[in-house]
């Protein structure tokens, strides 16, 4: 979806390194998701955002949202290869029943 | 079952025949949305079921796709006179629908090939 971008596109990264994938979206946000697919896979809910600056932990996986709730990001901590996977950001605009996703971010985690 | 379930999980057919995609919610959920996933790209959404009415299809590409709910739990979707550009994973997904989108429940959903 144009309304939501997903940088980067795609991330490789050594074990044990920190990592941030952010999603914009061009309009205020009623609530953001995140979720996660494996290749081959459906997806796998992480997280809901709805506040302004609000923020929570799953493990080692943070995300954010910001004041504006326009913008949201996702902080992995020591990643792993189980992280590895495609992780989707997922807009509500007007708390009703459709999710718009990005295009997703394809993170791989070297051993 | 315990999850969502779609069948057929592969299907390959050739341009311009017709194809059904069966999605069995989990039990007790409302709502039942329809997804397209192309390669590399996000989940697009295709139509949405409160119950057995489709409250919102502004995702269906044109009049060949069509989806039903008929008893407010299985769904099909259905999709006419296949064309080269209908390839990608349907995905099913399933809620309560109570109050906003909130999480939602994926199957693995069917890949469909079309020749």
């Known amino acids: 979806s144009q309304e939501l971008e997903q940088s980067p596109q795609s991330l490789i990264v050594q074990e044990g390194k920190n990592l941030t994938i952010n999603c914009t979206s061009s309009?205020?946000?009623?609530?953001l998701y995140w979720y996660k697919q494996k290749y081959g896979e459906g997806l796998i809910f992480l997280m809901m955002?709805?506040?302004?600056?609000e923020e929570k932990s799953h493990e080692k996986i943070t995300a954010k949202l910001d004041e504006k709730k326009q913008q949201s990001s996702l902080h992995i901590t020591a990643s792993q290869p189980s992280h590895a996977g495609i992780y989707l950001c997922?807009?509500?605009?007007?708390?009703?029943?459709?999710?718009?996703f990005g295009a997703g971010t394809r993170l791989f985690v070297k051993a | 079952g315990a999850g969502v379930s779609q069948t057929p999980s592969n299907k390959v057919t050739e341009k311009g025949k017709y194809v059904e995609l069966r999605c069995d919610p989990i039990?007790?959920?409302?709502?039942l949305y329809w997804y397209r996933q192309s390669l590399g790209q996000g989940p697009e959404f295709l139509i949405y079921?409160?119950?057995?009415?489709?409250?919102?299809d502004s995702g269906l590409p044109n009049d060949r796709f069509f989806a039903v709910r008929p008893e407010g739990s299985v769904s099909t979707l259905k999709i006419q006179r296949t064309e080269r550009g209908d390839s990608a994973v349907y995905l099913c997904?399933?809620?309560?629908?109570?109050?906003?989108?909130?999480?939602?429940?994926f199957g693995e959903g069917s890949r469909l090939t079309v020749l």
């Open positions: 997922g807009a509500d605009y007007t708390g009703g029943f459709k999710t718009i």
């Open positions: 309009k205020t946000l009623y609530g």
């Open positions: 955002l709805q506040k302004g600056g």
């Open positions: 039990s007790g959920h409302t709502a």
């Open positions: 079921f409160q119950g057995t009415g489709a409250a919102d």
């Open positions: 997904a399933s809620n309560s629908g109570q109050g906003g989108t909130g999480e939602l429940f």
